[in-house]
């Protein structure tokens, strides 16, 4: 039944819930600008650097890899 919620939600207001491509790009930029390799930063992350790999064309990562990149990108953000 949450499924069906979330599907009707973005049915109903043509939001999209998760923006790939700007999340995409946040991780290629906050690489970028600490200097990272796509290892290094999986392993500050802790994922595998295919994740980040794959976040960075533009793929949507797994929920657990998701979790820890939005943590990792809000921390800098504060620093910003």
């Known amino acids: 039944m949450g499924g069906a919620a979330v599907t009707d939600l973005h049915m109903e ?3 999209r819930l998760f923006d790939q491509a700007g999340f995409s790009a946040r991780v290629r930029d906050r690489i970028r600008a600490c ?3 796509y290892r290094s930063a999986g392993e500050l992350v802790g994922v595998n650097y295919g994740v980040i790999f794959r976040v960075c ?4 990562p797994p929920v657990e890899a998701y979790l820890r990149l939005k943590g990792w990108l809000d921390e800098h953000d504060e620093w910003d």
Do not use: D, E, K, Y
Not at 57 to 60: I, L, N, S, V, Y
């Open 35 to 37: 200097g990272l390799t």
């Open 57 to 60: 064309r533009g793929h949507a």
């Open 13 to 15: 207001s043509g939001v």
